[in-house]
């Protein structure tokens, strides 16, 4: 799981650094000194889990997680700050936990295993390969009118900003759904490996490394190569592994 800290005190992200280092399947993989930074570093490094302060000069820890619990597929957030006053504010942002500083081990270790475990259960869902959804078309609007778009046709789905593009046989056309609903609705048939994108499952025929270190997703009859997420990676090795 990555780990994410955010802590305007250079001192406090280097005790939290080491208390993750202490426990297994845990890594930290960026941190931030402000809400600003701490958005960008979401969006940047996909992290799992954000462990964040709340006071912090500039745009505070609230304000960053009501950022963040918007965006698509959003992280854990848990709150380590030195106030117990921000809790009922804290917890509005869906937070996934509240830690009073300074955070002992074994708090932190069960707010982070409480998370895993949440987590797990949503991945299960992955490993589901048989089909079944709802619709067998998604209905776009284009200038020619409403146009059908086969679910056996479409390759992926990919977020930019407030539109999705489906990748499909007869080429790329913007709908109105967002991807989460997309997620829920056709949990069985399509895999997100990033946070802005799901690919169909039967689609699948391997992953590759790309020139920069990146992993990306192969389709079959597509030469579209979308790109997994080190969030997800570990469960589309498993999907992978399991086809």
Known sequence: MHILIVDDEPLARLRLQRLIDALPDYTVVGEAANGDEAIEATLRLDPDIVL?????PGKDGLEAAHVISAMEDPPALIFCTAYDEYALQAFETL???????????EQLRAALEKVTRTTKVQKSALKQVEEGASRQHIAAKTRRGTELIPIDDIYC????QKYVTVYHAE????????????????????VRIHRNALVAIKGIVGMEKTAEGQYAVCIKDSEYRPLVSRRHLSGVRDLLNRL
């Not at 964040?52 to 912090?56: E, F, L, V």
Request: proline content about 2%.
């Open 171 to 190: 080429g790329e056309t913007l709908i109105d759904d967002t991807l989460k609903e997309l997620e829920e609705e056709f949990a069985q048939r399509f």
């Open 95 to 105: 937070a996934a936990g509240y830690l009073l500083k300074p955070v002992k081990e």
């Open 52 to 56: 964040t302060d709340i006071r912090m």
């Open 157 to 160: 789905f990919i977020a930019d």
